[in-house]
Each structure stands twice: as structure tokens, then as C-alpha cells.
């Protein structure tokens, strides 16, 4: 089935809009999926949480390797992988190598995951517990 721009607009003022006013090209969505990808690991989810939000905006590799269980060489690759998915870059100097987030993609991604119509990403929905009280009955 295929869509013309009147089908497209239709769809999108129905009860569930889209993420994007206009949908992802082929070659657009498979580059992202490789950024999603990355992303879709912990660890890699974690090393770009903490190179995101390290102060002076860079980190060492030796900081990163620390915060793991994880051998140094595996810690390399995830950080290849977030290379490659153009969320971070790096930079060698001496012995060490040194990280650091890429806000371009990083926006991009923002972008794609806000709404039309909003200025941020949509709330999280509230965290369900397995602890929460019981109301009594009367």
C-alpha cells in the first residue's frame, strides 16, 4: 500500500501522531538504526551517559575502564562501536585517549524522538514498583 501526502496528513492528525512531520527516507533510516544500535547495549548506553555528562566536556579512557568489570580492550570496542555510530569522537594524546560527545548526532536523535507541536521529549511515564502501597478498602 503506499501513501500519498493527503493520506500522510490524514494519519497524522489522527489520535496517535507521528514522531517526525515527515517520515525517514530508506537510506536516513538505516543510518540511524546503526546509532539506535549502539545505543541499544548498557555498556555502551553507559560510557555515553558518562562521557555526556562529564564536566569540561572530554574523559580518558583510563576514567571509563575504572567504572567497568569489563577488560580494557572490551571497553575499546564499545567505544569503536560509538565512533563508528558518530555519537562520540576521540582524541590520542600521549598514552591515553581521550572522549567526547558529538552534539550533532546526539540533537538529531533528540529531534527524531520529539513530537511535533513540542519543545522537548515527551515525559517519561510514571515508574511502576512492584512496592507500591495499597490503598485499603473500606
Known amino acids: 500500500m503506499v501513501l500519498d501526502q493527503a493520506d500522510a496528513d490524514e494519519a497524522a492528525e489522527g489520535c496517535c501522531p507521528g514522531l517526525l512531520t515527515a517520515p525517514l527516507g530508506e537510506a536516513r533510516a538505516v543510518e540511524l538504526a546503526k546509532v539506535f544500535k549502539a545505543l541499544g ?43 563508528q555510530a558518530g555519537l562520540i569522537d576521540c582524541e590520542r594524546r600521549g598514552t591515553w585517549v581521550y572522549y567526547w560527545l558529538l552534539p550533532e548526532m546526539t540533537d538529531t536523535l533528540a529531534e527524531i524522538l520529539t513530537r511535533p507541536g513540542r519543545s522537548g521529549p515527551a515525559e517519561a511515564p510514571p515508574e511502576t514498583s512492584a512496592e507500591a502501597p495499597v490503598e485499603a478498602s473500606s
Open 41 to 83: 547495549d548498557p555498556v555502551r548506553l553507559r560510557l555515553l551517559s558518562m562521557i555526556a555528562s562529564r564536566a569540561g566536556g572530554e574523559v580518558c579512557v583510563c576514567d571509563l575502564t575504572s567504572a567497568f568489570d569489563l577488560s580494557q580492550p572490551t571497553i575499546s570496542h564499545h567505544l569503536k562501536l560509538l565512533r
